[in-house]
Nanobody, 115 residues
Framework: QVQLVESGGGLVQAGGSLRLSCAASGSIFSNNVMRWYRRAPGKQRELVAGITSIGTTNYADSVKGRFTISRDNAKKTVYLIMNSLKPEDTAVYYC?????????WGQGTQVTVSS
């Protein structure tokens, strides 16, 4: 059974930084994609960033230059470093793992950015 556990969310002032972590457990295939999504109040879930097993990354335009996604395959962990945070980054952030055609989700971690 694959499980994803996020951590690192919290309350931060605008301009501040946070680092989110997502630790995966269970049978993880070496070929996979890990992503961070977020859902702000009253809005649809949106893709924030993704990273493949070999380190290819992609970002939403709204976070380019501010957020960095990385992964440690040995630790089965993906990170999201968020700098220059803005109030509009406030959301629940979810970790997502895709293996073949199956999606796995974490429980989410709240990020709140005060102005």
């Amino acid at each position: 059974q694959v499980q994803l556990v996020e951590s690192g969310g919290g309350l931060v002032q605008a301009g501040g930084s946070l680092r989110l972590s997502c630790a995966a457990s269970g049978s993880i295939f070496s070929n996979n994609v890990m992503r961070w999504y977020r859902r702000a109040p009253g809005k649809q879930r949106e893709l924030v960033a993704g990273i493949t097993s070999i380190g290819t990354t992609n970002y939403a335009d709204s976070v380019k230059g501010r957020f960095t996604i990385s992964r440690d395959n040995a630790k089965k962990t993906v990170y999201l470093i968020m700098n220059s945070l803005k109030p509009e980054d406030t959301a629940v952030y979810y970790c997502n793992l895709v293996m073949i055609t199956t999606n796995y989700w974490g429980q989410g971690t709240q990020v709140t950015v005060s102005s």
